[in-house]
């Protein structure tokens, strides 16, 4: 059972940056795709970006093209999410998933994912 911890959520003002970071408990990490979904109030949990076990693909929700980076340090078990240029719209709760090893990966979808941080909160002002 792989256990992920989000940190680095907060408050911040439109056009500023954050940077979220999760760190997986398992040394298998290395094995598994990795992704970010956000939820809001009110409204479905929906991607916002992933990427493969070894980095060499990344995958972007079209919000989050441009703004949002993602990259992983297989070394320490964690995977980042850089984010500028916030806008009140990205205001959600971020959680990170872990995606073991499957014959049909897209990256894209929930249900690929098989282990899920708690989430932390991200606020953006206007």
């Known amino acids: 059972q792989v256990q992920l911890v989000e940190s680095g959520g907060g408050l911040v003002q439109a056009g500023g940056s954050l940077r979220l970071s999760c760190a997986a408990s398992?040394?298998?990490?290395?094995?598994?795709?990795m992704g970010w979904f956000r939820q809001a109030p009110g409204k479905r949990r929906e991607f916002v970006t992933s990427i493969t076990w070894n980095g060499g693909s990344t995958f972007y929700a079209d919000f989050a093209k441009g703004r949002f980076t993602i990259s992983r340090d297989n070394a320490k078990n964690t995977v980042d999410l850089q984010m500028n240029d916030l806008m009140p719209e990205d205001t959600a709760v971020y959680y990170c998933?872990?995606?073991?090893?499957?014959?049909?990966?897209?990256?894209?979808?929930?249900?690929?994912?098989?282990?899920w941080g708690q989430g932390t909160q991200v606020t953006v002002s206007s």
């Open positions: 398992e040394g298998s990490f290395s094995t598994y795709g």
């Open positions: 998933a872990a995606s073991r090893p499957r014959t049909y990966y897209s990256g894209t979808h929930d249900f690929e994912f098989d282990y």
